[in-house]
């Protein structure tokens, strides 16, 4: 515990920051991670063909990284972000590498591990970031902000005319996102036409994200947004759902012909709402996991497969360090 304590210890990152262990955190999960995972997996079941599903194993995630274009400003954010008390980046990693080598029979730590915090990788950030761009998006949502990375890679491909809604309880996260949203422009207000979605790029509501859909609701404001991401509270993600698919551009559309005749049309306008983390670290599938967040996000992704109102899609784990990872601390790895 004193490990980990020292390795969360702000000066302690400092340093392994100044020794390249940290934040260009890909390549010290590398120094690790010696031994390579086969880089491709095959199904088991006949049924699926046999079908061969790549291991992304630290050598290809640098490869992939390397091919990411990140901005700069991004880049300064996510170091930054890995320097705070609390995120989740490889500092878990090694602290969870010396404990359980340390207290091989203890698995308390990762208990402790789900209570940091995480950010999305600049390959997830990429996608996200591209995803808003084909929808051509104007109207955004993000549920869970944290000192703003991902929401900045949406803000910073939306058009000047677009809107991102920013849900965040923490205020501290919210003065680093800050910081940046204004380094990068996007957090103007006009005082000369202050109620003008153009002049405001992120709309930063602070509190709880139930409450801040609530209210966007409550304001009219059903039905006006192209996309969410949803990266908070996993027990929360079926009223985050809920809420999101009233706001998101996903609606019932009533057309009235004349007085006396009226149709419904059931239309889908083409929202998107990308939901963080449902794989849980790998937990969702292990039967013997059976805390409070793997049952609610369980229960989430069986509800998302057999709602009809959505086309919907599982994206797989995108790392697979676990392969690397001693038992123990497997689910620290990012799904
Ligand atoms: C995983 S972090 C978000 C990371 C961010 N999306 C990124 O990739 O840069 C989750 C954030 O959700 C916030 N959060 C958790 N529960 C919340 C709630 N009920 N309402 C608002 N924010 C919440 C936490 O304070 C934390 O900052």
Same mark, same amino acid.
């Given at each position: 515990?004193?490990?980990?304590?020292?390795?969360?210890?702000?000066?302690?990152?400092?340093?392994?920051?100044?020794?390249?262990?940290?934040?260009?955190?890909?390549?010290?999960?590398?120094?690790?991670?010696?031994?390579?995972?086969?880089?491709?997996?095959?199904?088991?079941?006949?049924?699926?063909?046999?079908?061969?599903?790549?291991?992304?194993?630290?050598?290809?995630?640098?490869?992939?990284?390397?091919?990411?274009?990140?901005?700069?400003?991004?880049?300064?954010?996510?170091?930054?972000?890995?320097?705070?008390?609390?995120?989740?980046?490889?500092?878990?990693?090694?602290?969870?590498?010396?404990?359980?080598?340390?207290?091989?029979?203890?698995?308390?730590?990762?208990?402790?591990?789900?209570?940091?915090?995480?950010?999305?990788?600049?390959?997830?950030?990429?996608?996200?970031?591209?995803?808003?761009?084909?929808?051509?998006?104007?109207?955004?949502?993000?549920?869970?902000?944290?000192?703003?990375? !991902? %929401?900045? *890679?949406?803000? &910073? #491909?939306?058009?000047?005319? =677009?809107?991102? /809604?920013?849900?965040? @309880?923490?205020?501290?996260?919210?003065?680093?996102?800050?910081?940046?949203?204004?380094?990068?422009?996007?957090?103007?207000?006009?005082?000369?036409?202050? !109620? %003008?979605? *153009?002049?405001? &790029? #992120?709309?930063?509501?602070? =509190?709880?994200? /139930?409450?801040?859909? @609530?209210?966007?609701?409550?304001?009219?404001?059903?039905?006006?947004?192209?996309?969410?991401?949803?990266?908070?509270?996993?027990?929360?993600?079926?009223?985050?759902?809920?809420?999101?698919?009233?706001?998101?551009?996903?609606?019932?559309?009533? /057309?009235?012909?004349?007085?006396?005749?009226?149709?419904?049309?059931?239309?889908?306008?083409?929202?998107?709402?990308?939901?963080?983390?449902?794989?849980?670290?790998?937990?969702?599938?292990?039967?013997?996991?059976?805390?409070?967040?793997?049952?609610?996000?369980?229960?989430?992704?069986?509800?998302?497969?057999?709602?009809?109102?959505?086309?919907?899609?599982?994206?797989?784990?995108?790392?697979?360090?676990?392969?690397?990872?001693?038992?123990?601390?497997?689910?620290?790895?990012?799904?």
């Amino acid at each position: 515990l004193l490990s980990l304590s020292s390795l969360r210890c702000r000066s302690t990152k400092r340093r392994l920051a100044s020794l390249h262990l940290l934040p260009s955190a890909p390549r010290t999960v590398r120094s690790l991670a010696t031994v390579t995972a086969p880089p491709v997996v095959v199904a088991e079941d006949d049924k699926y063909g046999r079908k061969q599903v790549i291991s992304v194993t630290p050598q290809l995630y640098d490869y992939i990284l390397s091919n990411v274009r990140e901005p700069p400003i991004l880049r300064e954010l996510r170091e930054e972000t890995a320097t705070m008390p609390g995120s989740q980046m490889q500092v878990l990693l090694l602290a969870s590498f010396f404990l359980s080598h340390l207290m091989p029979s203890n698995n308390k730590f990762v208990f402790l591990s789900t209570e940091l915090v995480t950010f999305v990788s600049p390959d997830q950030a990429q996608l996200l970031a591209m995803l808003v761009q084909i929808l051509g998006a104007q109207r955004c949502i993000e549920v869970g902000v944290y000192t703003g990375y !991902s %929401s900045l *890679a949406i803000v &910073l #491909v939306l058009p000047e005319s =677009g809107r991102l /809604v920013a849900c965040e @309880r923490d205020m501290k996260c919210l003065e680093v996102a800050k910081k940046y949203y204004e380094r990068a422009g996007v957090s103007h207000k006009s005082f000369l036409f202050p !109620s %003008s979605i *153009a002049s405001l &790029l #992120v709309d930063i509501k602070h =509190g709880l994200a /139930v409450e801040s859909l @609530r209210s966007l609701i409550q304001n009219g404001e059903s039905c006006s947004f192209d996309f969410a991401f949803v990266d908070a509270e996993k027990r929360m993600y079926s009223e985050y759902f809920e809420l999101l698919l009233q706001l998101v551009m996903f609606c019932v559309v009533t /057309v009235h012909k004349n007085l006396a005749y009226q149709t419904i049309l059931q239309v889908r306008i083409g929202g998107l709402i990308v939901i963080d983390n449902v794989l849980w670290h790998g937990k969702v599938a292990d039967p013997q996991v059976n805390d409070s967040k793997t049952i609610s996000l369980r229960n989430f992704n069986k509800k998302i497969l057999e709602d009809k109102r959505i086309s919907t899609s599982m994206v797989g784990a995108n790392r697979r360090w676990h392969d690397h990872m001693p038992e123990e601390s497997r689910y620290l790895s990012q799904c």
